[in-house]
């Protein structure tokens, strides 16, 4: 089956309207067990060693490449897309990397966060990217690692990368990267990683105003299934967001050989960013809550407007009911006009003249 169709079909399935997959995927999050990360089938590995004058890129063949790179006085990148365990252990031993980090590494769904560790600065946060065709928020397993002079990031997708920018002022020669330490080079993955939320926030943001509206106009079980869905989706994004402040929030107050006085307000800049993200995932939130009280006052004031409806009709058929009764009563009464031809018509004009007198002083109090 296509993805297209995919998305299709599952409209067809009540419960699958509701994304149960999906609130098992975001839940099924336990740190206690081992889960085993399959290396990746292939694996890119680039360089960029810099300094103010010079700059030399190049793709490497194997992790051991990149050794002689760590022995210059420049500042270098080394950027692996694609983890294999036996490339972040060698490449672990040769940067002095201490071995609970690498675990860091190569574990799976772990939460974002700094260490600091015998030297070497290393921080743990997700790539968010947003998905058009699932409508879902996706994540890839970011690490940097910082070190005297050095930077290495691992990324778990070969396909999906945000560092484009960053790669574009290294190759200008006045930028200010390539004037700046390994610790500029930090703040700049960092911060473009940030201002990527932005984007992801921005499309979550548009589907939350369709919902809106959609809910506004006709409130509906299929309006109530997407307002979950955005709902499962914030708890992603928030999860991913919250832990990011903490995370810059310590290197501010990291007192690192590895930092310099002079980064630490870009550093700064960066808390103020995912600060921001963070209120903007609040307010998202909010709204998603408010949404729901909408789509339940809007289905209970369906519901009064029918219940009226219903109670207004009950209404003005219980005089016809009534007086049906009174003339259908199977014994002789003397009950007025009872056996006179014309007492037909009188007593169904009366029927008629009582709801219509019922409607005008129902529309006169105001009840419709």
Request: proline share 3%; with cysteine.
């Given at each position: 089956?296509t993805?297209?169709?995919?998305?299709?079909?599952?409209?067809?399935?009540?419960?699958?309207?509701?994304g149960?997959?999906?609130?098992?995927?975001?839940?099924?999050v336990?740190?206690?067990?081992?889960?085993?990360?399959?290396?990746?089938?292939?694996?890119?590995?680039?360089?960029?060693?810099?300094?103010?004058?010079?700059?030399?890129?190049?793709?490497?063949?194997?992790?051991?490449?990149?050794?002689?790179?760590?022995?210059?006085?420049?500042?270098?990148?080394?950027?692996?897309d694609?983890?294999?365990?036996?490339?972040?252990?060698?490449?672990?031993?040769?940067?002095e990397?201490?071995?609970?980090?690498a675990?860091?590494i190569?574990?799976?769904?772990q939460?974002?966060?700094?260490?600091?560790?015998?030297?070497?600065?290393?921080?743990?946060?997700?790539?968010?990217?947003?998905?058009?065709?699932?409508?879902?928020?996706?994540?890839?397993q970011?690490?940097?690692?910082?070190?005297?002079?050095?930077?290495?990031?691992?990324?778990e997708?070969?396909?999906?990368?945000?560092f484009?920018?960053?790669?574009?002022?290294?190759?200008?020669?006045?930028?200010?990267?390539?004037?700046?330490?390994?610790?500029?080079?930090?703040y700049?993955?960092l911060?473009?990683?940030?201002?990527?939320?932005?984007?992801?926030?921005?499309?979550?943001?548009?589907?939350?105003?369709?919902?809106?509206?959609?809910?506004?106009?006709?409130?509906?079980?299929?309006?109530?299934?997407?307002?979950?869905?955005?709902?499962?989706?914030?708890?992603v994004?928030?999860?991913?967001?919250?832990?990011?402040?903490?995370?810059?929030?310590?290197?501010?107050?990291?007192?690192?050989?590895?930092?310099?006085?002079?980064?630490?307000?870009?550093?700064?800049?960066v808390?103020?960013?995912?600060?921001?993200?963070?209120?903007?995932?609040e307010n998202?939130?909010?709204i998603?809550?408010?949404m729901?009280?909408?789509?339940?006052?809007?289905?209970?004031?369906?519901?009064n407007e029918?219940m009226?409806?219903?109670?207004i009709?009950?209404?003005?058929?219980?005089?016809?009911?009534v007086?049906g009764?009174?003339?259908?009563?199977?014994?002789?009464?003397?009950?007025?006009?009872?056996?006179?031809?014309?007492?037909?018509?009188?007593?169904?004009?009366?029927?008629?003249?009582?709801?219509?007198?019922?409607l005008?002083?129902?529309?006169?109090?105001?009840?419709?």
């Amino acid at each position: 089956m296509t993805p297209r169709a995919k998305k299709y079909f599952r409209y067809l399935i009540p419960v699958s309207l509701f994304g149960t997959d999906r609130t098992k995927e975001i839940l099924n999050v336990n740190p206690t067990l081992n889960l085993s990360r399959k290396d990746a089938e292939k694996v890119f590995i680039t360089v960029y060693d810099y300094d103010e004058r010079t700059l030399n890129e190049c793709r490497l063949a194997t992790i051991e490449d990149s050794f002689p790179y760590k022995e210059n006085k420049h500042i270098t990148w080394v950027n692996i897309d694609g983890l294999r365990k036996h490339d972040v252990e060698v490449l672990s031993e040769k940067y002095e990397i201490h071995p609970l980090i690498a675990e860091d590494i190569l574990s799976v769904s772990q939460r974002p966060k700094m260490d600091e560790v015998e030297g070497i600065l290393y921080c743990l946060l997700n790539m968010l990217y947003y998905s058009e065709t699932t409508q879902t928020v996706e994540q890839e397993q970011i690490s940097i690692v910082l070190g005297k002079g050095f930077v290495v990031t691992f990324q778990e997708d070969p396909q999906k990368d945000v560092f484009n920018p960053i790669r574009d002022k290294l190759k200008m020669a006045n930028s200010k990267l390539r004037q700046r330490g390994a610790d500029y080079l930090c703040y700049s993955l960092l911060d473009l990683i940030v201002d990527n939320y932005f984007f992801v926030m921005e499309k979550l943001g548009e589907r939350i105003e369709m919902v809106e509206e959609e809910v506004i106009r006709n409130s509906n079980t299929r309006s109530l299934a997407r307002i979950n869905q955005l709902r499962k989706e914030l708890i992603v994004l928030k999860r991913n967001i919250a832990p990011v402040r903490d995370l810059i929030g310590g290197i501010i107050r990291s007192e690192s050989d590895l930092l310099e006085d002079s980064t630490t307000k870009y550093f700064k800049d960066v808390h103020d960013h995912i600060t921001q993200a963070y209120e903007l995932s609040e307010n998202y939130r909010d709204i998603m809550i408010s949404m729901q009280d909408l789509y339940i006052n809007n289905v209970n004031l369906r519901m009064n407007e029918v219940m009226k409806v219903m109670a207004i009709v009950t209404c003005l058929l219980a005089p016809a009911t009534v007086i049906g009764g009174i003339f259908g009563m199977n014994f002789d009464t003397n009950v007025i006009f009872f056996h006179k031809p014309w007492g037909f018509y009188i007593a169904v004009g009366i029927m008629l003249i009582i709801p219509v007198w019922m409607l005008w002083a129902f529309k006169k109090r105001g009840w419709f």
